[in-house]
């Protein structure tokens, strides 16, 4: 491999920062996963799975005070205050450089510094941007193996040029209390310290692809996006994709592998991505998403065979998971799958400790996650290492709200869609640290993973209507209403693809919806329900308006456009006052 002369000198200098007692160069070889892997084991960093079973793959456990994304840890280090905005946690660059270094120093003393090359995007696109990460973890070297196109490949993307990203990453001593994940845009920098867990340490996945990405995207005119990406075929051979936000553990894996229900026969899925995607105005005048990850990085409890069969299918080899259950044949188990006997003895919990089923404790932590290569999925999609990415159709903002948001909503135009995703309000999940079930603003799905201003970020949002001449629909959809019980009133996952179809088809005109104040909503009949144990009850309560609940919704939308201060474009506050006009006159 030609030598980088400017990654090699700040490899230097991060070494000098943290003392190592060795530096090692990752190439990205089968031979060097294998070595990394027994060294791993060794130290229990993993633990070896049922090799039978499951080839190739292995546990980890991280610290249980590490379990999950620290958003009240996570700083922007802009130069101007402003330009971190309302929703983010802001440190001055050189205070922020001046805490972690103190930090750092000597941090490695004893270890290893892992120096872990990356390629976000695939090979050959001249939309992939390359970044290299140094880390003292073995199982951070192993997921970004599985999550980026790793070693060489990255090297050999970047030449000799010193445009890449600069991450570092030490575990340091996994004290909550020096755990920092800060992002320097200005310096192309990302430091993390503190935390081996995925968002926080994968420098690649949420700092780089979205926050630095963001960074860049604004700049240069385009978006980086907490979005999946799929392709859907119908039987006559026609193929839409989309791309959709949904909040942290709020659905997109599952929808971009889904399996179609039973009675569509000759539909087929194509999966792109499951969680970001970098968009962008394409010759065509369309807009065009590739995913600029590897692998999928999911969340375990809740996927089974019924739920996401592809999922299944690709981490059944070559996988990490991460703080689940361990089995008596030493295969991995999570809440969702099918329970084992009630006192069945030999397993153990994500923590490692002796553990029965049906106890009444948790086998796995609720963000158990695995690792897996995308290259696996059973549904993936032939375009997506495509170095233009894929054409899009509709873009979907998803929540998840046991009240009030129906189950699906059409945008009027691009300026209500983009109000429509400004708006999007979800119940906190596990995926970050703090209480879970709370409603809290999250807009376009990536409140947690904004890097800049919100109000310049909406704003960039609607100045795609001047750069694009064909803009695709944008929707809302919920999946998570609940009945009177707390039970899921729509079926989701498979049958997901019925609300999608709708969606295709108005993008095609030929379905029908009715006009409410909240945009447009599938008449009864124009969803295909057939087959669905859903009766005409359920369907009002997922289709329903709820006038003074929204008439609500709509003043605390008002607060929240407040506290975003002089960034906040006035075309979405606009769309707010329209809104309550439309539910005042009926
Ligand atoms: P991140 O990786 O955190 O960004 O999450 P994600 O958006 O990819 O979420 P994922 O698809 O992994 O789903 C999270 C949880 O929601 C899992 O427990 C799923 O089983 C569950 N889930 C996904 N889709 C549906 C659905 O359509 N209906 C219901 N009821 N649950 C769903
Ligand atoms: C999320 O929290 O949205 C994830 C997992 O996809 S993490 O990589 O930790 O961000
Ligand atoms: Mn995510």
Redesign the pocket.
Known sequence: MKRNEAVERWVAEMAALTGPDRVVWCDGSEEERRRLTQEALGTGQLLELNQEKLPGCYLHRSNPNDVARTEQLTFLCTRRKEDAGSTNNWMAPADAYARLSGIYKGALRGRTLYVVPFLMGPRGSKFSKVGVQVTDSIYVVLSMRIMTRMGDAALAELGTGDRFVKCLHSLADLNPERRFICHFPEDYTIWSVGSGYGGNALLGKKCFALRMAGWMGRQEGWLAE?M?IVGLERPDGRLSYVAGA???????????MLVPPASYKGWKIHTVG??IAWIRVGPDGRLWAINPEAG?????????PK??TN?MGTFSSNSLFTNVALTPDRTVWWE?MEEPKAGAVGYFDWQGRPWSPGSGTRGAHP?A?FTAPARQCPSISSQWEGPDGVPLSAILF?C?RSRLAPLVVESLNWRHGVYLGATIASET?A?AAGAVGVVRRDPM?NLPFLGYNVGDYFRHWLSMETRCPKLPRIYRVN??RVDGKGK?I????G??LRVLRWILDRCEGDAKATETPLGNLPTPEALDLAGLDLGPESMKTLLEVDRPGWTEAARQQEEFFQSIGPAMPRELVEEKDALVKRLGSA
């Open positions: 907490h999946l949904f909040p942290s553990a709020c659905g997109k894996t599952n929808l971009a499951d969680d999928f990085f999911g969340v375990a409890p809740g996927t089974n739920t996401n999922a969702g963000n996650r998803g998840r999940t995926a799905a999946w998570f899921f729509w079926p989701g996952f049958d997901n």
